[in-house]
Structures are given as C-alpha cells and as structure tokens.
C-alpha cells in the first residue's frame, strides 16, 4: 500500500512539474516580451535593478526557466540581464514588428516563420507593399537558394526599403546576401547602399527605441524624448520611435499642467494637500520633469509629512501609540524610506486603506527582499502614520 501511494504521489508531483513547465512560454532571439508583474532584474546571477510591470525587452535566449533580455546602462553599454521566463508574455503582435521578426526569420534562415509573419503584416495596409516586397524575396531564397538571381534580389530589396526610410529592415537584407553570397563561394553582386553608414544608423536607432522603452517604464519622459530625437535623427522612419513620440510629449504636456496646478494650489492657503496631491500626479506621469522635480524639493518638508513622517515623541503622541511601540515603528519607517523607493516614489498615506497597504506591501515585499516580521513592522509603522496624519487634519 506504501509503496503504491508513493507512486501514486511522485506521479503527481511529476504531472505537476510538467505541467509548470509547459506553462512556460518558449520565445525566440529577438522576440520582444514585457513584464506581467513587477520584477528584479539579475546581472550575472546578482540583483542588478527593479524592472515595473510592462516594461518591454528583447529576447536575447532562453535557459530552462529564465530568459536572457538585453537591457542598456545610462552610458549606453548593453549586457544580458535574466528575468524569470513566468514573468514574461509576448507583446501582442502589429505589422511593423512582424516585419521585424520577418527579417530575422531571412537573416537565420527560418523560412516558414518568416512567411507566416509577412501574411500577417501584409493585412496591414500601411505596410503591405513592403510585406509583398519581402514575401516574393522569401519565395525566391526558397527556390534559388544562393543564385545570383536571389543575391541580386536582396540587394535591390535592401535599396528599397532605404528609399522607404526603413533602414532597420534593409540592413537584415544586406546581411542575409552576404551571407548567401559567402556559401556560394563568390562575392556576388555589390551592395547599392553605403553599408557603413547604413550600420551606424541602425545601430543607433536599434538602441534607442531600446533605451526608449525602458526610460517610458519608468516614466521618465524628458530622458524618453531625447533618446526618440536621437534614434530619428538616424533613421527618420523608425515605426516604434514615431509612435513613442506622440505618446511621450502628450504626457509631458500633461506633467505640465499638474505643475501649474500644483504651483497655483501651493499658493493659496490651505492649499497645501490639494498641491502634493498635483505633484505627484505629475511626477507618476513624467517622473524626471524639472519643473516637477524642482516643486518637490521645495515642498520636501510637507511631502515627508504626507508620505514617511519621521517617528519622533510628536509622531507618537498623534498617532495613539505608546512609546514602547517606537522601536517597531521605526524599524518600519527605515525599511519603508530605503527599501520601498529602490524602484518608485513613496506615495501619499491617505492614498489607500490600511488593507491596500498590506497588500501592496505583500506583493513588493519579495523584490524588496523583505520578510514577514520586517512586513509587519512597515505596516504597523503605515497604519500609525496613517492615524498621525489624520489627527493632524
């Protein structure tokens, strides 16, 4: 009877983990994935930054559970950060990637992969012309292989696309004839373009619709909107950074109003509230805005009141509490004002009820690397911030 339990139970647990691992999505080199939740970002094993729910990354390969993204540093280095593969979903696919991906497919030879997204794109009407261009350039790799016919065409194709200000196609392009043309054992016809210069601009533009997404992740839009007028300067046509444009100055624009309305209310009496209120709805919007952050460092004093006042015999008193309490409640303090701002500002106290707290500070706790009794002393140390705020009303 033991040992057929015992069976019965590893047969579970091994249905389990198959199920688990099916679970996890297989994605391809140069798929672009986003976060499904909040997560910390690995360099080399070790914790290297906190990525927010939806940023977007490319895949650069995956290893069992994990995926290998390519992130970018401030000065522009990129390197291979690790997320776990169940905090990753496909970005829903459009036309302008498909034809990205498409492309990809030629340059390494996926040839079914590349047809099923050029069908796909070419439903597009914006893009259709070019999803044909491509597709009839498939056919011919298909049937010709590496002929001169099928090297002339991709050079000619490359050419094209240029002229269309899709440089980040064109350049695939090129490759894939090169690569052909050096296992055919002859150099085939020449390129039409400055592949140089080509290079340099795709290189440029390829990086900063990466940085791009992830300055707009963390909402800081003035950086977004400098590194959009750096990657069109090289390739004016780029799809994503045109798109990244609108959206990016509308919600600068609109950080601009919540400091016009945060000034205004700053300077009415009993104003105050009302005016952290506006600040920090303009700095979730466009977290680097410097008349915003200008704002807050002025009105540093009354945020810190609104946001993590200090646990002092004041503190206490308005709170309720007794000072036996006080050593908890600044070990919550410390733990909320280091550990909690690593990837976000702190948020006014009043802005959810004690449980929304609890379950805030439940789903960060394992990215902060916190644990249950450090848990417990935040949100003791919430609700008696929460209570010392509101006697002071």
């Keep these: 009877m033991r040992t057929r339990a015992?069976?019965?139970?590893?047969?579970?647990?091994?249905?389990?983990?198959?199920?688990?691992?099916?679970?996890?999505?297989?994605?391809?080199?140069?798929?672009?994935?986003?976060?499904?939740?909040?997560?910390?970002?690995?360099?080399?094993?070790?914790?290297?930054?906190?990525?927010?729910?939806?940023?977007?990354?490319?895949?650069?390969?995956?290893?069992?559970?994990?995926?290998?993204?390519?992130?970018?540093?401030?000065?522009?280095?990129?390197?291979?950060?690790?997320?776990?593969?169940?905090?990753?979903?496909s970005v829903p696919p459009n036309a302008w990637n498909d034809l990205l991906g498409a492309v990809e497919g030629l340059r390494t030879q996926r040839y079914d992969d590349a047809r099923k997204l050029l069908v796909r794109a070419g439903?597009?009407?914006?893009?259709r012309s070019a999803a044909s261009l491509l597709m009839g350039r498939v056919n011919m790799m298909v049937a010709g292989k590496n002929s001169p016919a099928v090297?002339?065409?991709?050079?000619?194709?490359?050419?094209?696309?240029?002229?269309?200000?899709?440089?980040?196609?064109?350049?695939?392009?090129?490759?894939?004839?090169?690569?052909?043309?050096?296992?055919?054992?002859?150099?085939?016809?020449?390129?039409?373009?400055?592949?140089?210069?080509l290079l340099r601009?795709?290189?440029?533009?390829?990086?900063?619709?990466?940085?791009?997404?992830?300055?707009?992740?963390?909402?800081?839009?003035?950086?977004?909107?400098?590194?959009?007028?750096?990657?069109?300067?090289?390739?004016?046509?780029?799809?994503?950074?045109?798109?990244?444009?609108?959206?990016?100055?509308?919600k600068i624009a609109d950080s601009e109003d919540d400091y016009r309305l945060a000034d205004s209310f700053r300077k009415k009496q009993g104003g105050v509230?009302?005016?952290?209120?506006?600040?920090?709805?303009?700095?979730?919007?466009?977290?680097?805005?410097?008349?915003?952050?200008?704002?807050?460092?002025?009105?540093?004093?009354?945020?810190?009141?609104?946001?993590?006042?200090?646990?002092?015999?004041?503190?206490?008193k308005a709170a309720g509490v007794t000072v036996s309490a006080s050593k908890n409640l600044e070990e919550g303090h410390r733990i909320y004002t280091s550990r909690c701002t690593e990837c976000h500002d702190l948020e006014m106290l009043d802005s959810r009820s004690i449980s929304g707290w609890q379950k805030m500070v439940a789903s960060m706790a394992r990215r902060a690397g916190i644990n249950e009794t450090q848990q417990a002393h935040v949100i003791e140390y919430l609700a008696a911030a929460q209570n010392s705020v509101e006697s002071a009303k």
Excluded at 19 to 39: H, M, N
């Design 6 to 89: 015992y069976l019965i139970i590893t047969g579970a647990l091994l249905g389990l983990i198959a199920a688990i691992q099916a679970a996890v999505v297989a994605f391809k080199v140069g798929d672009l994935v986003r976060l499904t939740r909040s997560e910390t970002l690995l360099f080399k094993g070790e914790t290297f930054l906190g990525a927010p729910k939806g940023q977007e990354f490319n895949v650069l390969k995956q290893d069992a559970a994990q995926v290998y993204v390519s992130f970018f540093k401030a000065d522009g280095t990129q390197i291979a950060v690790t997320v776990p593969a169940d905090a990753l979903e």
């Design 123 to 127: 439903q597009d009407p914006q893009y």
């Design 151 to 197: 090297l002339q065409g991709l050079r000619e194709s490359s050419e094209q696309l240029c002229k269309l200000g899709y440089l980040s196609l064109a350049l695939p392009m090129e490759e894939t004839a090169d690569r052909l043309a050096a296992q055919g054992g002859n150099a085939g016809p020449p390129s039409k373009i400055d592949r140089a210069d």
């Design 201 to 250: 601009r795709v290189t440029l533009s390829n990086r900063a619709v990466a940085r791009t997404r992830q300055a707009v992740a963390l909402h800081r839009l003035v950086e977004a909107s400098a590194l959009v007028a750096e990657g069109l300067a090289a390739e004016p046509g780029r799809v994503e950074l045109k798109t990244a444009q609108a959206y990016i100055e509308k």
């Design 273 to 316: 509230v009302h005016a952290l209120s506006a600040l920090q709805d303009g700095i979730k919007r466009c977290a680097d805005h410097p008349k915003l952050l200008a704002l807050r460092k002025e009105m540093s004093e009354a945020l810190e009141e609104r946001t993590s006042p200090p646990v002092t015999p004041e503190f206490l």
